[in-house]
T-cell receptor
Framework: QQPVQSPQAVILREGEDAVINCSSSKALYSVHWYRQKHGEAPVFLMILLKGGEQKGHEKISASFNEKKQQSSLYLTASQLSYSGTYFCGTEKAQGAQKLVFGQGTRLTINP | NAGVMQNPRHLVRRRGQEARLRCSPM?????VYWYRQLPEEGLKFMVYLQKENIIDESGMPKERFSAEFPKEGPSILRIQQVVRGDSAAYFCASSPSIRASDTQYFGPGTRLTVL
């Protein structure tokens, strides 16, 4: 079942923060975050595994709460290059490797 | 180390023709996944293959669509007798293993347009 992302779209000014959520109705083993710019391939950001870990990548970090079956992506002090559509891909069992993606969150950063 | 390669990048077909999409995984990767993306939508899983084996084809339509990953050469996604609804971007991804810590790296995609 497809995870639900919220919000569907967000518009920020450069330097502002954003949070993107990814919720599933089923138990998850891992959550994969990608960013896709228009007309391009999705680019991997990070993976979070079962265990409630947090990860960071420059000014982008994420958390995974397997009890709530939810992951959140945090973008701080956003840059123009952060614009794009963010997708979470969920994996319900170790080794399943079939990622089920959310519908995406479109992020627009204005100067 | 070259990334995932897909060709062609753009493919135009008339209704009823066949479309062949190719994917060469990253060096050292033996797991290939195909996804379809309709405009303004997310990525939908189609099929997961390892060399010479289809592992999971639960997302692939039963008719007209087939996929292979031969011992030598790229993975091929084949769509027979294309219809307008097949117009989409088709992305291939590869990973070195099925460990949860291994991510899938995506190719640039093939944009199929059916006239």
């Amino acid at each position: 079942q497809q995870p639900v992302q919220s919000p569907q779209a967000v518009i920020l000014r450069e330097g502002e923060d954003a949070v993107i959520n990814c919720s599933s109705s089923k138990a998850l083993y891992s959550v994969h975050w990608y960013r896709q710019k228009h007309g391009e391939a999705p680019v991997f950001l990070m993976i979070l595994l079962k265990g409630g870990e947090q990860k960071g990548h420059e000014k982008i970090s994420a958390s995974f709460n397997e009890k709530k079956q939810q992951s959140s992506l945090y973008l701080t002090a956003s840059q123009l290059s952060y614009s794009g559509t963010y997708f979470c891909g969920t994996e319900k069992a170790q080794g399943a490797q079939k990622l089920v993606f959310g519908q995406g969150t479109r992020l627009t950063i204005n100067p | 180390n070259a990334g995932v390669m897909q060709n062609p990048r753009h493919l135009v077909r008339r209704r009823g023709q066949e479309a062949r999409l190719r994917c060469s995984p990253m060096k050292g990767h033996s797991h290939v996944y195909w996804y379809r993306q309709l405009p303004e939508e997310g990525l939908k899983f189609m099929v997961y293959l390892q060399k010479e084996n289809i592992i999971d084809e639960s997302g692939m339509p039963k008719e007209r669509f087939s996929a292979e990953f031969p011992k030598e050469g790229p993975s091929i996604l084949r769509i027979q007798q294309v219809v307008r609804g097949d117009s989409a971007a088709y992305f291939c991804a590869s990973s070195p293993s099925i460990r949860a810590s291994d991510t899938q790296y995506f190719g640039p995609g093939t944009r199929l347009t059916v006239l």
